[in-house]
Nanobody
Framework: QVQLVESGGGLVQAGGSLRLSCAASGRTLSNYIMAWFRQAPGKEREFVAV????????NYANSVRGRFTISRDNTKNTVYLQMNTLKPEDTAVYYC???????????WGQGTQVTVSS
C-alpha cells in the first residue's frame, strides 16, 4: 500500500544533530498516521514519534521530547525526524512506519542507522 524509504542516518558526536527523511509512495497520505520507531541491538523496537498526516498533530516518546521534532512535507510525501542534542543512547536503527486510523503499522521502511559517539 505505502512504500517507505528512509535516509539521513549516519555517525554523529554526542550533542550533534541529524535529520532523517522518509519518502512515501503508492497512495495519498491524507488518511494515514506516520511514525518513527527505533531498535538498538538486543533490544525491542520502541516508539519515537508520530504525526497525523492530515492535521499535523504530533506526539513523542518521553525520552526524545524536546530534542526531536517530527514533521511532514505534503508536496513531497515525506516525513522528517529532526534529531537535536543527540545522546549515545539514541544509537539505533530508525524505522519509518505508516498506518491507517484504527489500523496496524503494516508499512515499514528498511531502516537507517544512527550512531552517536561519546
Amino acid at each position: 500500500q505505502v512504500q517507505l524509504v528512509e535516509s539521513g542516518g549516519g555517525l554523529v558526536q554526542a550533542g550533534g544533530s541529524l535529520r532523517l527523511s522518509c519518502a512515501a509512495s503508492g497512495r495519498t497520505l491524507s488518511n494515514y498516521i506516520m511514525a518513527w520507531f527505533r531498535q538498538a541491538p538486543g533490544k525491542e523496537r520502541e516508539f519515537v514519534a508520530v504525526i497525523t498526516w492530515a492535521s499535523g498533530g504530533t506526539n513523542y516518546a518521553n525520552s526524545v521530547r524536546g530534542r526531536f521534532t517530527i514533521s511532514r512535507d505534503n508536496t513531497k510525501n515525506t516525513v522528517y525526524l529532526q534529531m537535536n542534542t543527540l545522546k549515545p543512547e539514541d544509537t539505533a536503527v530508525y524505522y519509518c512506519a505508516a498506518r491507517l486510523n484504527s489500523g496496524n503499522y503494516d508499512s515499514w521502511g528498511q531502516g537507517t542507522q544512527v550512531t552517536v559517539s561519546s
